[in-house]
């Protein structure tokens, strides 16, 4: 299967789904009804044990290894999605 191969609506819904998901683990670790996909989660209060929290929520959800450093890199939910699908793009590209 090639790029061209892909369904850009299955592409949009696996977008969504991670968004989604990223959306709740952060709201619910740092307790917020919403949070943003721009907004800096340290300036929404994320601290140490948030991000470890966060990280280990995020491997059993995503089923792959996501480093605490990641989320120091990648403070806004917009860019921690889009790293984390290239990550899987990458791995998915080398089977």
């Known amino acids: ?5 892909v ?9 969504q789904v991670t968004d989604v998901e990223l959306v709740k683990v952060w709201a619910e670790t740092l307790q917020l ?13 994320a ?5 470890v929290q966060v990280c280990m929520k995020l ?6 290894e996501i ?7 990648f403070p806004t939910i917009r860019s921690l999605a889009e790293h984390l699908r290239q990550q899987s793009d990458r791995r998915a590209s080398r089977y």
């Open 1 to 5: 299967m090639t790029s061209a191969d």
């Open 33 to 45: 009804e919403h949070v943003d996909m721009d907004a800096n989660v340290f300036e929404l209060g």
């Open 67 to 73: 480093r605490v450093s990641t989320l120091f890199r």
């Open 59 to 64: 491997r059993e959800i995503f089923d792959q």
């Open 47 to 51: 601290d140490s044990l948030a991000i």
């Open 7 to 15: 369904d850009p609506n299955s592409a949009k819904r696996v977008r």
